[in-house]
């Protein structure tokens, strides 16, 4: 259950390992356990679509399973797309689109990454809000 830099170094130290794993965590939020300098989703909620657009430049170059691509999109923009609906379900269309071609899902889903993005970035802008309205 790894959440975040201090229970890495308390595990590494507890059990001697050379790595940790982490799930969860990092499906939520990629850039989890980056440290200091590293992107900060409560002021740069934009950050969540930017690192699922370099997941999928990632997913180009070393291909996975649709389904795999799908929850990660979900898992770290899971909040936002709560509040876009409309983005959710392109987001959710991908798969029927796509029929199966990985190059064509990776197109529609950095189409809608994109879109929520720009959201995001113009609400932040117009109503200096960085959270989803829950």
Known sequence: NIRNLEDVENCLKYTGAAAVMSAQTLLDDPTALQGPG????????????????????????????????????????????AEFTDLREELNLVPR???????????????????????????KEAENRTTPIR
């Open 38 to 81: 590293g992107p900060n989703l409560e002021t740069e909620p934009e950050q969540c679509a930017r690192s699922m657009l370099e997941y999928i430049s990632l997913v180009e170059k070393h291909p996975t399973k649709m389904a795999c691509i799908h929850m990660h999109m979900h898992g770290c923009m899971r909040d936002w797309l």
């Open 97 to 123: 689109r796509a029929k199966n071609n990985l190059t064509v899902a990776c197109g529609l889903y950095r189409d809608v990454v994109e879109a929520v993005e720009q959201r995001i970035l113009k609400i």
